[in-house]
């Protein structure tokens, strides 16, 4: 069974509440998410070429919209690119469609994926958790939201470092206590 779009919802909440702002993953999102300015989006795209069809209209919304209503968006689709590699395929195409609706330097895709995996670590590397939510995500970004937060937050680097440590204290099981993933359907 396939979970509903407002379990996959509910779910990207509690990931974004316990695990992002919860462990401080993104020292960002708590302002953005306090003040109800992300837009949160459950595709039923079934298809890549579907999703990108899907993405294109939320970029265009997102340059659009007032920056004190929406921030940023979460285009989670859980009905496609389930795999990894595929999904990470994906990227370069979502990349392409940003710069192609001339909204590089204005908009980027971030990326989340309940199999993240960093180059050069192995698929139970709890530090690649950084990077896993419940389901297939892309994350839209305005670039003045990212500008005005690396101002507020010089070392930026240091988020990263801070986040490995974080997930190497806490391990598997503090992961797994979170309980970030998708529901279970029996």
């Known amino acids: ?3 509903s779009a407002d379990e996959v919802l509910a779910a990207t ?3 974004l509440v ?3 702002i919860g462990l401080n993953l993104c020292p960002f999102a708590r302002a953005v998410y306090a003040g109800e300015r992300i837009r949160y989006v459950v595709s039923d795209a079934a298809t890549p070429e ?3 069809e899907v993405l294109a209209a939320e970029l265009q919304l997102l340059a659009t919209a ?3 209503e929406t921030e940023t968006t979460l285009l989670i689709h859980p009905q496609v690119l389930g795999d990894f590699l ?4 994906f990227l370069e195409i979502a990349d392409a469609l940003v710069a192609d609706l001339g909204y590089e330097g204005v908009l980027q895709v971030a ?3 309940p199999q993240y995996r960093f180059a050069d670590t192995e698929p139970d590397d709890v530090t690649n958790c950084t990077n896993r939510s ?3 995500t892309l994350h839209l970004l305005r670039e003045s939201s990212i500008e005005r937060a690396v101002a507020a937050h010089p070392d930026t680097e240091r988020i990263y470092r801070d986040n490995i440590e974080t997930l190497r204290r806490i391990g598997r099981a503090g992961w797994a206590r979170l309980e970030v993933g998708a529901p279970r359907k029996t």
């Open 134 to 136: 419940p389901y297939p």
């Open 86 to 89: 595929d999904y990470n395929d």
């Open 13 to 15: 909440r509690n990931w």
């Open 50 to 52: 579907a999703l990108l």
């Open 1 to 3: 069974m396939t979970a």
């Open 66 to 68: 007032p920056e004190h």
């Open 18 to 20: 316990n695990a992002v």
């Open 111 to 113: 990326s989340f994926h």
